[in-house]
Nanobody, 123 residues
Framework: QVQLVESGGGLVQAGGSLRLSCAAS????????MGWFRQAPGKEREFVAA????????SYADSVKGRFTISRDNAKNTVVLQMNSLKPEDTAVYYC????????????????WGKGTLVTVSS
């Protein structure tokens, strides 16, 4: 049974930073691409960032480029999203996601979802 458990969300002022972490279990972590998506109130879920199984390929949504960094530790079965220079429009529930195919994952082809962690950025 695959489990993805996110942590690190919370309330932060605009310009601040947060570090989201996702711990995975029940799968061979090092063979999967990992990603983060988010869903703001009243909006559809959208892609934020993804990393291939080796970390050799990484993609970001244009809205977070230069501010967010995704990384993974295959020895610890974790993926981290470092978020800097946060803006009120980054407020959303952030979801960890797993996909077998990197390109599909970037396009929303997710095999497993976490339950999400709430990030609130105040102005």
């Amino acid at each position: 049974q695959v489990q993805l458990v996110e942590s690190g969300g919370g309330l932060v002022q605009a310009g601040g930073s947060l570090r989201l972490s996702c711990a995975a279990s029940g799968l061979t972590f090092s063979t999967y691409s990992m990603g983060w998506f988010r869903q703001a109130p009243g909006k559809e879920r959208e892609f934020v960032a993804a990393t291939s199984w080796s970390g050799g390929r990484i993609s970001y949504a244009d809205s977070v480029k230069g501010r967010f960094t995704i990384s993974r530790d295959n020895a610890k079965n974790t993926v981290v999203l470092q978020m800097n220079s946060l803006k009120p429009e980054d407020t959303a529930v952030y979801y960890c996601a797993v996909g077998r195919d990197y390109r599909d994952l970037v396009l929303g082809g997710v095999d497993y979802w976490g339950k999400g962690t709430l990030v609130t950025v105040s102005s």
